[in-house]
DNA sequence: TCGTGATTGGACTTCATGGTCCATTCTTAG
DNA sequence: CTAAGAATGGACCATGAAGTCCAATCACGA
């Protein structure tokens, strides 16, 4: 990360790079993804992907995992910040179903690369985790939220009801890639939701 | 899958072969399994692996998820054909954690599958497809029984809800995965069977 | 017993892919 | 204007892994 010997030219270049390989890896997988393919796609050469990646392909996977980690938390904002009442979690849910439709392809860039990554690598690996726990850290933040707002029991588990979100987010998807459509994620979704909007609404 | 000119022999080093085969496979992915380790592992030679597979890694791991994807559903026996009742959905989720913990890492075979072969093998993932289809349907079907027993209201859309527990496991195991324990799946699982257990318990 | 076909062993070939290297061009500070 | 260093081009190398091939061995029925 020693960016004080690089211009802005070689800057753009490099984020082109991570942007096409990223690409790549949710449309054919890490291993379907070649420095070759990266290089077309690019219109680079071999010299500038070690120029800007001196550790080769495992670098810049692991840099397009930070990437992706950053732009998946960016699409959830301002609302990831907020839920702290049931319509901040419906415009949240809203957009987050938005992000994966636009993707074109269902599958989280951070769930499917943990599942190809835990085996391989394992500095990888602990990265990807990183980005999930700061998501689960920021659900759980909204749920306490709504219980310091009144609207969820105060005798909820954040950090648990934060965890199904996840997970019914990561299975959702699974389910929805081979259908091809997004409502096992959406049913999903809503399932792990109501236990906040139920709480909120019978009381 | 002409299996005439095949003696007990020839298919007991077959089945070695898959199972060898699926374990490399859930330890270290498909890219992280060549032949050469399958070969070491099962003791065979290069000609064996092409004389019992002609169509080479591709046919092999397609008989690696057929035969994963049966011994998922049968490790489910026999509860998974009734779930007509609460306590039999509270044993069959106590056979499928306890079947996750046996295999020692978090992760289903099916669904990580899923995830890798979804990119490179579409026949791959449409056999995989299958298998979900199928498990979802026997969940589904348990879900009918509790409706015609009346333990759950009859407005309940079957199929959602069989989506909603699937979801909830695949996507609690890759969450249990970073995580090395069983409670993120647990607390998935748990959630998403509440709607069976909710509604049988307040009527 | 004998022979046919299944089974096994393992060397060899081919090819994709990650990675190295050096020459060339571009950019910018002094 | 010019030199130093960043950026780029692309040939080349090394390796690992899939797949081929032929010879050797084993097993069972006639």
């Given at each position: ?72 938390l960016?699409a959830q904002e301002?609302e990831i ?14 957009m987050l ?107």
């Amino acid at each position: 990360m020693d960016s004080s010997k690089i211009t802005e030219r070689g800057r753009l270049t490099r984020q082109r790079i991570i942007e096409a390989t990223g690409e790549q890896i949710l449309a054919s997988g890490i291993g379907g993804t070649t420095l070759d393919t990266v290089r077309a796609a690019t219109l680079t050469s071999k010299s500038q992907l070690f120029h800007y990646f001196p550790g080769g392909k495992a670098e810049l996977v692991r840099e397009v995992a930070a990437w992706e980690g950053r732009q998946l938390l960016e699409a959830q904002e301002p609302e990831i910040h907020d839920l702290g009442s049931w319509e901040s979690w419906e415009r949240w849910r809203r957009m987050l179903v938005e992000y994966y439709i636009a993707r074109g392809r269902w599958a989280c860039p951070i769930g499917s690369l943990a599942t190809q990554a835990a085996t391989t690598d394992s500095e990888l690996a602990s990265a990807i985790a990183t980005t999930m726990r700061d998501w689960r850290e920021q659900l759980a933040d909204g749920v306490r939220r709504m219980k310091a707002a009144g609207s969820v029991d105060s005798s909820a588990d954040s950090q648990r009801i934060a965890t199904v979100i996840l997970a019914a987010i990561q299975g959702g998807l699974v389910l929805s890639q081979p259908e091809r459509s997004a409502w096992p994620l959406e049913a999903a979704l809503d399932n792990a939701l109501a236990p906040l909007h139920h709480v909120a609404t019978t009381r």
